[in-house]
């Protein structure tokens, strides 16, 4: 029998310890990297159900029909290949209650590296942290290796 394969969130565990029983349903992602990183793995997994459904109630995207967006995810999700996720600064939700995440996303569509970097927004709605809002810049658009960005340096 193969070894169970490693995680699409890089965090070294096995997929089925990690990542697989947020997207089953079985639990929660207890903090807000955890969401992040399980979100990034089902985007890897091509989970489009559970993307939509850790979309805070606020995000805009819940204001459109479940069914088109999550078409559309999996759509996204099917063209591209996510083979690298860094975590690489996190912060405490605030007073408000809205946690960030710095993460850098090794992402390639038919070959074409279409790598980011992405401060997101988190807040709990009650049931589970959910994915708010976040700031995107494009590979291209940085001026130092993406590694050496913190949420305090991130230029937007």
Known sequence: ??????????SGL?????????????AEAPDAERLMRSRYSA????????LWKTLHPSHPDRAR??????RELRTFAQGHQFPKLVVMDR???????TAQVLFFAKVFE?????????RSDFQHDGVGWRY????????RELKVPPETLTIATFPK
């Not at 997929?15 to 089953?24: G, S």
């Not at 029909?65 to 999550?70: Q, S, T």
């Not at 708010?132 to 494009?138: P, R």
């Open 1 to 10: 029998m193969p070894p169970a394969p490693p995680c699409p969130c890089c």
């Open 91 to 97: 912060r405490e939700p605030d007073a408000q209650g």
């Open 110 to 118: 038919k070959g074409k590296e279409r790598s980011f970097v992405e």
């Open 65 to 70: 029909p479940e069914d088109v967006v999550v």
């Open 132 to 139: 708010h809002s976040g700031d995107t810049l494009a590979l």
């Open 14 to 26: 096995r997929y089925r310890e990690c990542c697989a029983p947020f997207h089953r349903g079985d």
């Open 43 to 50: 985007f890897a997994m091509r989970e489009a159900a559970y």
